[in-house]
């Protein structure tokens, strides 16, 4: 997850998701799932003049409170950090969107959650 790392240091959100706040419920693209969008676009986004857009793929993919892989239901919507809601399908494992499947489920954190995903989400 070291490509979500420098993404957050980038977008000065370390402090934002990090203790005394939260509880939050991150769901944290893998390195692939970077590496799989479009060419040069991790580069362009961590420039210093694309943060505000950087900062908003990156709250996309927060939801504020601690949700378990076991409080999901097929269909439910979870709002996140950026304003938008994620939709929650549980048919076959835990998708995100239609786009992203959860790969790793119900890490705790002190201040939450953190579920591993094999996508990048891009909101509307």
């Not at 939709?87 to 786009?99: C, K, Y």
């Amino acid at each position: 997850l070291s490509t979500l790392v420098a993404a957050l240091t980038a977008a000065d959100l370390v402090s934002a998701i990090a203790e005394p706040n939260g509880p939050f419920t991150v769901l944290a693209p893998t390195d692939e799932a970077f590496a799989a969008l479009p060419e040069g676009l991790v580069e362009c986004l961590l420039k210093e003049e694309n943060v505000d857009a950087l900062s908003a793929i990156l709250t996309y993919h927060v939801v504020d409170g601690q949700v378990l892989s076991t409080d999901l239901t097929d269909g439910m919507m979870a709002p996140t950090l950026q304003g938008e809601d994620v939709t929650i399908n549980t048919t076959d494992g835990v998708v995100i969107n239609d786009s992203a499947t959860v790969i790793t489920a119900d890490i705790m954190t002190s201040n939450g959650v953190v579920h591993v995903i094999d996508a990048v989400l891009v909101p509307p």
